[in-house]
């Protein structure tokens, strides 16, 4: 019997890149790509059709409103896409494995380096959103929960990745101020993609964290990016995130993928390592 696997933001970042893997990560699998106008996932009904009718033996669920802005400005939306239709799917996923991905900001930042067992201290409606979602998946034991960072890539969209949210404000001219002190380990999509076919077929579940092997300041970021494309005249401001007038921000959320990484077959990148290579293509 062919396995089937159901991807769910496929019209996402890492949902795409997840399904253009799949070719060569996972070529014995049937891949179905979902993206919101393919399946409202608040639609619980229509979640249930087709689940019947496609009968998966995984479900990759990558799709939530993962703005932290956005949830903060519409609390009950977010719970519907990241809470309510990932418990849906839960349930519909009973007898079989379910990966669902979380965030590096169910951590406050108070500490950095966050390993699996620490306990989660979210200080937003997104990262409360995604503790809450963790506990309805990791209910059952078939399940899987993987916790990211930043990711880097093209979406098809154009405007899923801090990279093409960089990009374009430097395109239009704009300064940007980036903070010195806020951390986070970015990880390229196509990193992070062949990680999820690999760990999908190991079949291990549980917590996990997949980042990158690097620590980076907001700042550290920008100025890679700025070496790395100077012909858009990068204007960039050193910040702190102490100064911020918005919402909560998670000082040092800093991932230790030590864990997952001792089940895969290949190193986690560094980001500097992976925006300065010459054959890369996803910047």
Known sequence: MTPVALITGAGGLIGSYLVRAAATAAPEWTVYGLSHRDLDLTDAQAVRRTFKTLQPTLVIHCAAISKTTQCQQDPALARRVNVDATACLADLAHDIPLIFFSSDLVFDGTQGHYVETDPVSP???????????????????RHTVLRTSLTAGRSPTGDRSFVEETRRALEAGQTLTLFTDEYR??????????????????????????????????????????????????????????HFQGGPRAADASLNSAKIQALLSFPLPRFSEWACDPDNHEL
């Open 123 to 141: 200080i937003s409606i997104y990262g409360e959103t995604k503790v809450a979602a963790e506990r309805r998946v990791l209910a059952n034991p």
């Open 185 to 242: 380990c970015p990880i390229p999509a196509s990193a992070t993609a062949r990680a999820v076919w690999e760990v999908a077929q190991l079949n291990r579940p549980g917590v996990y964290h997949l980042a990158g092997a690097e620590r980076l300041s907001r700042w550290e970021i920008g100025r890679l990016l700025s070496a790395v494309r100077p012909e858009l005249h990068p204007q960039i401001n050193a910040g702190s995130v102490t």
